[in-house]
């Protein structure tokens, strides 16, 4: 007689959330107060898990718990899991559906994405919607380590597990303050240079790009202040403290508005990709799909 294979499934949604909260937290105590069970809970799902894996998915660093190979290879299949799971709960609890999760540089995150996000929750009024506003490094962070659905960046960065889609068009512009000398002239590379900077801090795309843009062309560039928000530069350029260079998106209102002005130079024009960002190993759910489909709609 031959013997019936035991095909339950032994692993469970609590021991994979477990996993990822932990691979996330570094500890079973982080990942333990992030989804509100106990330490001892968290630190049994976890075991157990391994236990019916038949290999461990952390290294034991002092009281850290550092994700491995192992752990790796899982974490992309627990996030697709867990992210399925929300959705088939959504489909009959529309007021308590998972979230999506989303993380931008500044310049999207702040021109771009909220009107995006207005004309999709007129069509999908349950969902909710969180937006994560980093730099891009921590944009690309956020991805790998599965705490955000999709990413928005300027430029064209990589990441081994990142796919990078080219998105829109963007342009980076120089302003002043209306009374600024040079408001109002045709701006040489050596007048640029003898003026003095306000810029974003480094690490920036905005900084990035303008750094692309100007250091080729300027002999020097006398930098009075770096902050690290569109609206400080601007703010702080209006106050006439120095030149900005920002993306066309960050000043148009106050170009409009009369509390900056563009200055017109001799530098070739500045074009920058604006890009949304995906992890290669996750699919995504449904209302991510989604939104994604409305972003390369829009």
């Given at each position: 007689?031959n013997?019936?294979?035991?095909?339950?499934?032994?692993?469970?949604?609590?021991q994979l959330?477990?996993f990822a909260?932990?691979?996330?937290?570094?500890?079973?105590r982080?990942a333990?107060d992030e989804?509100?069970?106990?330490?001892?809970?968290a630190?049994n799902?976890?075991?157990?898990l391994?236990s019916v894996l038949?290999?461990?998915?952390?290294?034991?660093?002092?009281?850290?718990?550092?994700?491995n190979?192992?752990?790796r290879a899982l974490?992309?299949?627990a996030a697709t899991?867990l992210?399925q799971?929300?959705?088939?709960e959504?489909?009959?609890?529309?007021e308590?559906?998972?979230?999506?999760r989303?993380?931008s540089?500044?310049?999207?995150?702040?021109?771009l994405?909220?009107?995006?996000?207005?004309r999709?929750?007129?069509?999908?009024?349950?969902?909710?919607?969180?937006?994560d506003?980093a730099n891009?490094?921590?944009v690309?962070e956020r991805?790998?380590?599965?705490?955000?659905?999709?990413g928005?960046?300027?430029?064209?960065?990589s990441?081994p597990?990142?796919?990078?889609?080219?998105?829109?068009?963007?342009?980076?512009?120089v302003v002043?303050?209306?009374?600024?000398?040079?408001?109002g002239?045709?701006?040489?590379a050596?007048?640029?240079?003898?003026?003095?900077?306000?810029?974003?801090?480094?690490?920036?795309?905005?900084?990035?790009a303008?750094?692309?843009w100007?250091?080729?062309?300027l002999?020097?560039?006398?930098v009075?202040?770096?902050?690290?928000?569109?609206?400080?530069?601007?703010?702080?350029?209006a106050?006439?403290l120095g030149?900005g260079c920002?993306?066309?998106l960050a000043v148009q209102e106050a170009?409009?508005?009369g509390?900056?002005?563009?200055?017109h130079?001799t530098?070739?024009?500045?074009?920058?990709t604006?890009?949304?960002?995906?992890h290669?190993?996750?699919?995504?759910?449904?209302?991510?799909?989604?939104?994604?489909?409305?972003?390369?709609?829009s």
């Open positions: 007689m013997q019936k294979i035991d095909q339950r499934l032994r692993l469970t949604l609590r959330e477990v909260a932990v691979a996330r937290g570094g500890t079973t982080a333990a989804i509100s069970r106990s330490q001892s809970a630190s799902a976890l075991g157990e391994e038949g290999v461990q998915l952390f290294d034991r660093v002092g009281k850290k718990l550092v994700i190979e192992n752990g974490l992309p299949r899991v992210d799971a929300a959705d088939t959504m489909l009959f609890t529309a308590h559906a998972a979230p999506l989303l993380a540089s500044y310049t999207v995150g702040e021109y994405l909220p009107e995006l996000i207005a999709w929750k007129s069509d999908h009024p349950h969902c909710r919607v969180l937006v506003i891009t490094h921590d690309f991805l790998v380590s599965f705490r955000a659905d999709m928005f960046i300027e430029g064209t960065h990441h597990e990142l796919t990078v889609r080219k998105w829109r068009s963007d342009e980076i512009v002043a303050a209306p009374d600024h000398p040079l408001a002239r045709r701006v040489s050596r007048q640029l240079a003898q003026a003095t900077w306000v810029l974003r801090e480094p690490g920036s795309g905005t900084r990035e303008s750094d692309r100007l250091i080729p062309h002999t020097q560039m006398v009075e202040l770096e902050l690290g928000s569109n609206e400080a530069v601007k703010r702080v350029v106050a006439g030149l920002l993306s066309r170009i409009a508005e509390w900056l002005v563009e200055l130079t530098l070739p024009v500045m074009q920058r604006l890009s949304i960002v995906l290669r190993a996750k699919k995504l759910g449904e209302t991510a799909d989604g939104f994604l489909r409305h972003c390369m709609r």
